[in-house]
């Protein structure tokens, strides 16, 4: 096989060009077989352009057999739109010939005997003979590189268009040193600079001058290096020196033999997040003060119940004591007079401590814990009743009930009010003939009212706003006895159970009280 | 046989001479060891301080306890007699000014017999310390001494 082949070349190049035979450095046969082991096609090509020389991988591409090729122009293997340049550039080579990659950055094809087209790359180097100059021309298939090239190419541009369009993100590259690489439409918009004005600067311009001199820009691709990534919050500033509050995440960028390759930086503008945060933050710390202060005052209010309880009342039992004391042993020496000073005293001390106890009655109202259920009102209202009746045999009272009056509160402070509305109908129906006190409640506009009815004493309407203040009384003691504390426990009650109180009444005609519950309240757990 | 001592705690002299002066009224002729605070009635019952040398196999029949006291307060002296074997079993009357639940449910909590509030009234205060004489040195049973060294 070596043989005629190097005749070919030898009669080719003599044909041509007798004068220059081809002398390869090596000796013929180890040229060939050089040539026939070289994993391109090999095309020796002389400075007319006619091939002088190729190898089997040659034929196997282009799906000429050599007798096909040899003394032929090499132009028959290039699509005819390369062949008008080809020339030129040919003569330019063997005007200044060089080791040259062709192809490489342009787009060649091979033209193969079918018609068909493939891209190719050329290496070209020339071959000094004897016979003047030949060119070597090695010609690689590259259509499996061209493929998987152009697949990437699309991938790169499907990534730079998706990170590209992002605009509620600031996409960016860092270099490891923290330079900007790349640059997205979401950081343009976020922090105000075109890809033109910041890339190649320093990341640390998007943090605030305190953050830099803390070193936090450095910290944080330190930390994003150390543990692959790094999300964090903090204040970062805009081209124009504004502020944001934003959402940042860094990761660190390897290349496939684990060499830092530089950073991603996704950050998100979240101030407004940020602000409404802040914002349920500040109420629900004004909300804690509040409750803070409110247990304050509970306390000291607790505290000062707690003192009135136990020395308020101490002195009143001397007073009370020594009084009964002296009338005791000495009832001989004290006339009549003296003895009705004694009674008086002992009489204003029994008021005072009426006055304490309740005074302490309606502290606790306030600060009592509440605890709501259902009440059975009619119920609570009869065995009240019973117990006045029980307590003063004598009195004759009409007294209805309504019932199945129901409502929803604190079991004790609802029977608190009613113990005093009930109460005042009682007392202040003391002095009427036929005494009549009715509990029951009626529905006005889907809203239960409760009410307690009597036929007694009533009151003057101009007076009503004065009712419910605590020691207020529109009775004189000696008619009605009392310390006015009563009403303004009912109001207190009603408040705290998110209802309202009425009063309504004329002078000797009785009075209505009326209250509401807020019956929206569920049930204590 | 001598009637038992009744320890009255008590830091209000006014209050110490009514409560004196009903317990007389009423007849209850028991000898009356007053402390004047919650230490000295410690001090007493366990034979200690000013008591030191006080044969503590002798204890009173019943303990009138204040629960506003100085140095020691009521509470605090319950505790002490409460967690001592020698004094765990006494019948504690907490006696004073307040009615404040969390006054009545503390002293039931740490043992107290029974909680009553001085009233006001003398007439009343009077009728109260009857009843408990009554009760405490007349109808109720004391436990038999000598499971107070029980351990």
Not at chain 2, 18 to 30: C, G, S, V, W
Request: with cysteine; charged share 25%; hydrophobic share 40%.
């Amino acid at each position: 096989m070596t043989e005629p082949v190097n005749l070919e070349i030898v009669s080719n190049l003599s044909a041509e060009r007798p004068a220059r035979v081809a002398r390869p450095p090596v000796g013929e046969g180890k040229f060939r077989a050089l040539l026939e082991a070289a994993p391109d096609a090999m095309i020796i090509v002389a400075c007319d352009g006619n091939i002088a020389l190729v190898n089997a991988q040659t034929e196997r591409l282009f799906g000429y057999s050599r007798h096909e090729l040899l003394g032929n122009q090499v132009q028959m293997l290039m699509p005819a739109r390369f062949r008008g340049v080809h020339p030129d550039h040919g003569e330019a080579y063997f005007s200044a010939p060089k080791i040259e990659v062709i192809g490489s950055g342009l787009d060649l094809y091979g033209l193969r005997k079918d018609g068909t087209e493939f891209p190719i790359e050329i290496s070209l180097s020339p071959l000094e003979t004897d016979d003047g100059l030949l060119v070597s021309a090695a010609i690689r298939d590259v259509t499996a590189r061209k493929i998987a090239e152009e697949k990437m190419s699309q991938s790169e541009e499907s990534f730079r268009l998706l990170v590209d369009g992002v605009k509620d993100y600031s996409i960016l590259m860092l270099d490891p040193q923290g330079c900007v690489m790349s640059w997205n439409e979401g950081a343009q918009r976020i922090k105000g600079y075109t890809a033109d004005e910041i890339i190649g600067e320093h990341y640390d311009r998007f943090y605030t001058p305190e953050a830099v001199a803390a070193g936090e820009p450095a910290r944080e691709l330190e930390m994003a290096q150390r543990n692959g990534r790094n999300e964090s919050e903090g204040w970062r500033v805009r081209k124009d020196g504004s502020r944001f509050w934003a959402d940042v995440v860094v990761t660190a960028v390897y290349d496939a033999k684990g060499q830092l390759r530089g950073f991603s930086e996704v950050a998100r503008d979240i101030t407004d997040r940020k602000k409404s945060q802040d914002d349920v933050s500040t109420l629900n710390e004004s909300a804690r003060k509040h409750a803070a202060q409110l247990e304050v005052v509970n306390r000291e209010l607790e505290a000062f119940s707690y003192s009135v309880s136990h020395d308020l009342r101490a002195p009143l039992r001397s007073i009370d004591g020594f009084s009964s004391a002296l009338v005791e042993d000495y009832g001989d020496k004290l006339d009549d007079q003296a003895k009705s000073h004694l009674k008086r005293i002992r009489a204003a001390t029994q008021r005072m401590s009426q006055l304490i106890d309740d005074l302490l009655k309606l502290a606790f109202v306030t600060r009592s814990e509440m605890h709501t259920w259902t009440v059975d009102l009619s119920a609570l209202a009869n065995v009240i009743i019973a117990e006045f009746q029980k307590a003063d045999p004598l009195r004759q009272v009409e007294c209805v009930v309504h019932e199945d009056v129901i409502g929803r509160g604190d079991p004790l402070l609802l029977r608190s009010v009613l113990e005093n509305l009930l109460g005042n109908a009682w007392k202040f129906t003391s002095k009427t003939p036929h005494a009549k006190i009715e509990f029951g409640s009626e529905n006005q506009n889907g809203e239960t009212i409760y009410f307690v009815r009597d036929n007694g004493a009533g009151f003057d309407m101009t007076y009503a706003g004065k009712l419910f203040g605590p020691f207020q009384r529109l009775h004189v003691t000696t008619d009605f006895p009392g310390t006015g504390v009563g009403l303004a426990t009912v109001k207190r009650i009603i408040l705290r159970h998110g209802g309202r109180v009425s009063a309504e009444g004329a002078v000797g005609n009785g009075a209505t009280f009326s209250f509401t519950l807020d019956s929206n309240k569920g049930d204590t757990p | 046989m001598k009637k038992p001592v009744i320890l009255l705690v008590e830091d209000n002299a006014d209050d110490e001479a009514l409560t004196m002066r009903a317990l007389k009224k009423n007849n209850i002729t028991n000898e009356i060891t007053v402390a004047r605070d919650g230490a000295e009635a410690l001090d007493y019952l366990f034979g200690q301080g000013a008591n030191a040398g006080r044969d503590t196999g002798m204890q009173p029949a019943l303990i009138l306890l204040d629960l506003k006291l100085p140095k020691v307060d009521g509470f605090e002296v319950l505790k002490k007699i409460r967690s001592d074997q020698r004094t765990k079993l006494l019948p504690v009357v907490i006696l004073t000014s307040s009615k404040e639940q969390q006054d009545i449910t503390n002293g039931y909590g740490l043992g107290a017999n029974s909680y009553v509030r001085k009233p006001v009234d003398f007439q009343d205060f009077v009728e109260a310390v009857r009843q408990l004489g009554l009760y405490w040195l007349v109808l109720n049973e004391e436990p038999v001494p000598d499971s107070r060294s029980a351990p």
